[in-house]
C-alpha cells in the first residue's frame, strides 16, 4: 500500500508562475516530511522540509505547507524557472526512524518558457 | 570526494549471476543508505548502516541481498542469483550525522541493473 502518495505524475507550468506540488500521506506516524528534486540519470537532491510542529516552511523561492489534519502537504516554487524541470519526490518518516524514507512515486514537473 | 560515487552506474546481469554494487559515501560521513527504485516509482528503503554497524535490513527485499559496510565507509550491495524484478536504479545515500537527527542526505547517481 502507498503510504505516501502523489497523485499528480506530471505538472507544466509557465515560467515565472507559481508551482504546487501536492502530497498525501496515510500513515498517521510520520511526523518529518521531506521533499527531493531530481534530475535524469542523477541521484535525488534534497530540497526542503518540515517537521510536523510547524505548518509552514520557507527557503527562497520555494515553501512546504503541511495540513496535519489532512494529511496532505504540498510545496510551492515561486516564481517557478526552466531549471526547476524535474522530478519532485515527497517523502515522509516518523520520529526516531530517520533513517527509512517512505517516498512518494513523484511529479514530473516541466516548466514552459 | 565531492560527493557519493556509486559504481558502476550501469550493470547488466543474465538472471542467475550474482552483482556486487559498491558505494563510496562522502569522506566522514557516518550513516549509509541503500534504496531501490524501480521504473515509474520512488526509492525504496534497503538498509542503514551507522558506521560499520547494520542497524536496519528490514526493507532487504530477499535473503538473496546483502549489504555490508565493513570498516565504517565503502558500502557494497550485493545481490545473489539475480531475478528479473531485481531490475531497478540502486541508490546509496550517505549523511554526517545519525539517525536520530532529521535532514536531507546526499544521495549518489545509482547504478542502473537490468537483468536479461
Known amino acids: 500500500d502507498q503510504q505516501v502518495k502523489q497523485n499528480s505524475p506530471s505538472l507544466s507550468v509557465q515560467e515565472g508562475r507559481i508551482s504546487i506540488l501536492n502530497c498525501d500521506y496515510t500513515n498517521s506516524m510520520f511526523d518529518y516530511f521531506l521533499w527531493y528534486k531530481k534530475y535524469p540519470a542523477e541521484g535525488p537532491t534534497f530540497l526542503i522540509s518540515?517537521?510536523?510542529?510547524?505548518d509552514k516552511n520557507e527557503d527562497g523561492r520555494f515553501t512546504v505547507f503541511l495540513n496535519k489534519s489532512a494529511k496532505h502537504l504540498s510545496l510551492h516554487i515561486v516564481p517557478s524557472q526552466p531549471g526547476d524541470s524535474a522530478v519532485y519526490f515527497c517523502a515522509a518518516t516518523p520520529t526516531g526512524t530517520a533513517s527509512k524514507l517512505t517516498f512518494g512515486t513523484g511529479t514530473r514537473l516541466q516548466v514552459t518558457l | 570526494g565531492a560527493g557519493v560515487s556509486q559504481s558502476p552506474r550501469y550493470k547488466v546481469a543474465k538472471r542467475g549471476q550474482d552483482v556486487a554494487l559498491r558505494c563510496d559515501p562522502i569522506?566522514?560521513?557516518?550513516?549509509l543508505f541503500w534504496y531501490q527504485q524501480a521504473l515509474g516509482q520512488g526509492p525504496e528503503f534497503l538498509t542503514y548502516f551507522q558506521n560499520e554497524a547494520q542497524l536496519d535490513k528490514s526493507g532487504l527485499p530477499s535473503d538473496r541481498f546483502f549489504a555490508e559496510r565493513p570498516e565504517g565507509s565503502v558500502s557494497t550491495l550485493k545481490i545473489q542469483r539475480t531475478q528479473q524484478e531485481d531490475s531497478a536504479v540502486y541508490l546509496c545515500?550517505?549523511?554526517?550525522?545519525?539517525?536520530?537527527?532529521?535532514?536531507?542526505?546526499?544521495f549518489g547517481s545509482g547504478t542502473r541493473l537490468t537483468v536479461v
Open positions: 569522506s566522514g560521513h557516518v550513516s
Open positions: 518540515i517537521s510536523s510542529i510547524k
Open positions: 545515500a550517505s549523511s554526517f550525522l545519525s539517525v536520530t537527527f532529521f535532514g536531507g542526505y546526499t
